[in-house]
């Protein structure tokens, strides 16, 4: 427990009336635990650009943006303009809107591997579908999967509460071992409906691993030799390492591509897109609920697309990701910090390893509370990310945080 000079009582009291009513208070990765307790608030009041103010009234640089979405920063005008806009005409109809078709094109013209879309409403949707189109077009049940996709049964393993028979077909592979994908293909010859991946090895308490030279190409080939779906989960990596998400970067196209969070600044709405012929396979399945044609959310993603294009949001975000890489480099070394930085400089990472020996939990805890003492939100075994609102005040400020920090170690 750290001890706290931010006032966080507001938190405090706010998390004791919430455990009364909710399970554990704050569920899921939020919960407190996941921070350092004492040192982080524990409810958020609000977010402007790139910051956020808690309950108490305390502000902060925010570098986890939700985990991902607000890539251009929160409350960005144009985009709540443009989904005010459409909830103000309704947006919860018997049928969808024309903006559903719009969003599709917009999608199909930005990420290679579109030829078609669905809209969804998470990550976990999408990674879903993404499986149950890939099975119902092979005929066949096995997933050779590597990395987070999500929260539904069928990507946990062993979790209390999911029936072993949901994830006996799934099998885990480690990133960047292509010997290991060949051996389970070759196991399982025939019987093999999609390998699914994060083509970028982004896992929580990990430091973010890029493709090593071949891989993704390799999965592609893989893919091709054993006629599987290969399908890339591009939830985090979409339209954020590049406006055509990692495939773009990388100039490897899957079948099918799951997409989220940045592409639309928080707003609920997620895609699957993909090849055609593929992606038809949706009709003899059922993919299908409530909210999927919400146009409200759909306003947002299509405003969000169009800034990241048209303002050319990324260049700005690599740029100021590359100060940073810099300025945490000189820090690092300096004090002798015994971390590794992240390669990708949209998505910034102090990573303390080997995070299972006690001494480097306690560094790493030290380190990251007193980074949120000082008014830094960020994540210490989640990867961060920057928006495009972040500024060179905001990039002095986590330097001058960060250099402390390191000093206070
Ligand atoms: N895939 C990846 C790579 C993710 O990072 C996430 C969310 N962290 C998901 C899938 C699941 O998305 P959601 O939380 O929106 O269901």
Redesign the pocket.
């Known amino acids: 427990m750290a001890a706290s000079m931010t006032n966080l009582h507001r938190s405090a009291q706010l998390y004791e009336r919430a455990r009364a009513v909710i399970p554990g208070g704050i569920p899921g ?1 939020r919960a407190p635990e996941n921070f350092v307790p004492g040192a982080y608030p524990i409810l958020l009041a609000g977010g402007r650009g790139g910051h956020v103010t808690d309950v108490d009234g305390n502000d902060y640089v925010d570098l986890l943006l939700g ?3 607000v890539i251009l920063g929160h409350a960005e005008g144009r985009v709540d303009a443009a989904a005010r806009e459409r909830a103000a005409g309704g947006f919860c109809l018997d049928l969808p809107e024309p903006i559903m078709i719009e969003l599709a094109e917009r999608l199909v013209s930005m990420v290679p591997s579109a030829e078609q879309v669905l809209l969804l ?7 879903t579908a993404a499986i149950r189109i890939a099975r119902t077009y092979t005929g066949r049940s096995i997933v050779l999967r590597c ?6 049964d069928w ?1 946990l393993e062993g979790d209390p509460g999911v029936p072993s028979g949901t994830t006996d077909t799934v099998i885990p592979f480690p990133y960047n071992d292509l010997d290991r994908l060949a051996h389970l293909l070759k196991n399982h010859a025939g019987d093999v409906a999609a390998i699914m991946l ?1 083509p970028v090895g ?1 896992d929580f308490d990990r430091q973010i691993e890029p493709p090593g030279p071949g891989f993704l190409e390799g999965v592609r080939k893989l893919a091709d030799e054993h006629a599987v779906v290969l399908a890339f ?5 979409g339209f954020r390492v590049h406006p055509g998400g990692a495939q773009g970067l990388y100039g490897v196209t899957p079948d099918l591509t ?1 997409l ?2 940045a592409m639309s600044n928080g707003y ?1 709405v ?1 895609a699957l897109v993909g090849r055609r012929e593929v992606m038809e396979s949706a009709q003899n399945t059922f993919i299908s609920s409530t909210y999927f044609p919400n146009g409200m959310e759909m306003a947002a993603a299509l405003k969000t697309l169009e800034l990241i294009v048209e303002e050319d949001v990324l260049s700005t975000i690599g740029a100021i990701g590359a100060s940073l890489r810099e300025g945490l480099g000189e820090i690092v070394t300096r004090h002798g910090l015994p971390v590794s930085l992240s390669p990708f400089d949209e998505m910034p990472f102090v990573y303390f390893k080997p995070a299972l020996e006690s001494r480097q939990i306690e560094r790493r805890d030290a380190f990251y509370g007193a980074l949120a003492q000082d008014g830094v939100f960020a994540h210490p075994r989640h990867h961060g990310f920057l928006c495009w609102r972040h500024g060179a005040e905001d990039l002095a400020r986590v330097l001058e945080a960060v250099d402390a920090a390191a000093a206070g170690l």
Do not use: F, L, M, N
């Open positions: 990765i985990y991902g979405p409403k998470t990550g976990s949707d999408a990674t990395g987070y996709h999500g929260w539904h990507c994060t982004h989960d591009e939830v985090r990596t799951a989220g969070k609920p997620t």
